[in-house]
C-alpha cells in the first residue's frame, strides 16, 4: 500500500534526523542540529506535498475539471 510506505518513509526520515541531531548537539554543534532537524522536516513536507498533488490530479481526472 502507497499510504503505509509513506508514512514509513516519513518516519525513518524523522528518525534519521532526530538520531543525527542528538549526535550533533552532544558534540556541541547546535546550530549544524538544527539545519539538520530542518531539512527533515522540508523533505517530509516536500513528500506529502508530491502526494497532495497527486491527489487533486486524480480529483480533477475524476470529475473532468479543466
Known amino acids: 500500500m502507497v ?3 509513506l ?4 518516519a525513518a526520515i524523522g528518525i534519521l534526523a532526530a538520531v543525527v541531531s ?3 548537539k552532544q558534540s556541541g554543534k547546535d546550530e549544524l542540529s538544527t539545519l539538520v532537524s530542518l531539512a527533515a522536516v522540508v523533505v517530509s513536507l516536500l513528500i506529502v506535498i508530491d502526494m497532495i498533488s497527486e491527489l487533486f490530479n486524480t480529483v480533477r481526472t475524476l470529475f473532468s475539471l479543466y
Do not use: H
Request: aromatic residues 10%; glycine residues 10%.
Open 3 to 5: 499510504g503505509i510506505d
Open 7 to 10: 508514512i514509513f518513509r516519513i
Open 22 to 24: 542528538s549526535i550533533l
